[in-house]
């Protein structure tokens, strides 16, 4: 997301199009109950964020299937929930976490069967966070993609250390005002 | 495994390319130079692990296996790599000069196979290429900075560079089943990238003020089982745990 004028002078938000496409997709869903809970599932390694924040989350589908139980020795219909996430990079270790969590929440919940799905095309980018991502990244002393200033001090004069970071998804900076480390998170 | 249809080859090739290759970067692991490098090579040691996991789990889901089996139960002569990936570890030089030539050769690669009419080799492709734009920001930058850093590091990187010369050759090599799979659109042909990746890597060595030896030997047999003796010790410790206990899970 990103703020850009218009002709007439004023700002407005720009949201890429596939987030947009995204919250369309949750909004026009049967299931936001579903989504609702799956707010409560973070990356353990950016524990403000949400999957949906992060783009992780990509759909929530249910179908009934049916299945017979041993106790009652009936025939019932289970509601099926199939939750389908994409890696943020390829060798994240984060995933089966968030799938073990996705699980563990909505079963909690008491939401019938559970199916974890990942996906891999289209492949993730950062346009997919949220704006709401932005802000807590930011407040949480990680600079948001693309955005070159210390989330500490606001300072614009920073210098890269590394590209890569202690986890796959952010790099090293400096600020050179205020002198502190911090990590931005990569653009992808 | 028997007989392997053309696809899971393929696919079984890229997989055991990328294990093999962050089981090496893997073991920098407490032994980089500074911090901020090892951080690096753990990072795109991960990212090849996890290209290696969709390209066997593709394999298992073709061939009724899966990719722990795959990974920690196949001997040696069943590894499909390139030599060049099970070359071991050597010092930081060679580490940078191989994960270079590698990077360069992978973004044509890779770039090709994104179009592939097969989906998930394309799928993979996609994700990988977003990985491999910024593993060659990095190798190449330190390509420069070894070459014109002491002498010490010139010489290093000379002397990595003829090592690594030995076994570049094997990454443009076709045989009958890429051939095939090309002949579909389904990768890309290595050979016709040859031109390209030399295009690529030779001004930037020149930058650097090393030179490549002037023949590239014709060495191979990675794809064919067929290995330098560096492969046994490197899979004997990585399969060491699974063989011994098979099946054993956190």
Redesign the interface.
């Known amino acids: 997301m990103s703020v850009h004028p218009t002709d007439r002078g004023e700002l407005i938000e720009v949201v890429p199009l596939a987030r947009a496409q995204m919250e369309q997709r949750r909004a026009n869903s049967d299931h936001g109950s579903i989504y609702a809970l799956l707010d409560g599932v973070c990356d353990p390694e950016l524990p403000i964020l949400s999957i949906w924040d992060l783009g992780i989350l990509q759909d929530v589908r249910v179908h009934r299937e049916d299945a017979w139980t041993v106790q009652d020795d009936a025939q019932v219909s289970l509601e099926v929930v199939t939750v389908t996430i994409t890696p943020t990079y390829s060798g994240c270790p984060a995933v089966e976490h968030i799938a073990r969590e996705i699980k563990a929440t909505l079963e909690s919940a008491g939401v019938g069967q559970v199916v974890v799905e990942t996906r891999l095309d289209p492949a993730w980018t950062t346009d997919w966070l949220s704006g709401a991502a932005q802000q807590k990244l930011r407040a949480y002393g990680v600079a948001p993609p693309e955005e070159r200033a210390c989330p500490i001090c606001g300072s614009l004069r920073v210098s890269l250390i590394s590209e890569f970071a202690a986890t796959a998804c952010k790099s090293l900076l400096r600020c050179d005002d205020c002198l502190e480390p911090f990590e931005q998170f990569k653009a992808l | 495994m028997g007989e392997m249809d053309d696809l899971s080859c393929l696919a079984l090739r890229l997989g055991d390319d990328a294990l093999i290759h962050s089981h090496r970067l893997a073991e920098w692991c407490g032994c980089a130079p500074t911090l ?2 090892e ?2 090579l753990a ?9 290696a ?2 390209c066997l789990q593709l394999v298992g889901r073709r061939l009724d296996s899966d990719e722990d089996r795959l990974a920690y139960h196949r001997d040696a002569r069943e590894y499909t790599n390139l030599l060049l990936m099970e070359q071991p570890r050597g010092d930081f030089a060679y580490a940078m000069v191989r994960q270079f030539v590698m990077d360069e050769f992978e973004a044509l690669y890779f770039g090709q196979l994104a179009a592939s009419q097969d ?1 998930d080799l ?3 492709a ?6 491999i734009a ?1 593993h060659l ?2 190798s190449r930058d330190w390509i420069e900075r070894l070459g014109l850093g002491t002498t010490e590091s010139r010489d290093r990187l000379q002397v990595a560079l003829i090592d690594v010369w030995d076994h570049v050759a094997e990454l443009f090599a076709m045989d009958e089943v890429e051939t095939r799979l090309a002949g579909a659109s389904i990768v890309p042909d290595r050979s016709a990238l040859r031109d390209e990746w030399l295009a690529a890597v030779l001004p930037r060595f020149e930058a650097a003020t090393v030179e490549p030896p002037a023949q590239m030997p014709a060495i191979s047999g990675g794809r064919r089982g067929v290995h330098t003796e560096h492969l046994e010790r490197l899979l004997s410790q990585m399969q060491s745990l699974q063989r011994a206990y098979p099946g054993l899970a956190w």
């Open positions: 901020e490098e951080l690096a990072n795109v040691a991960l990212d090849f692990l996890g290209r996991r969709f989906p394309a799928a993979i996609a994700k990988s290429n977003k990985e910024y920001r990095r």
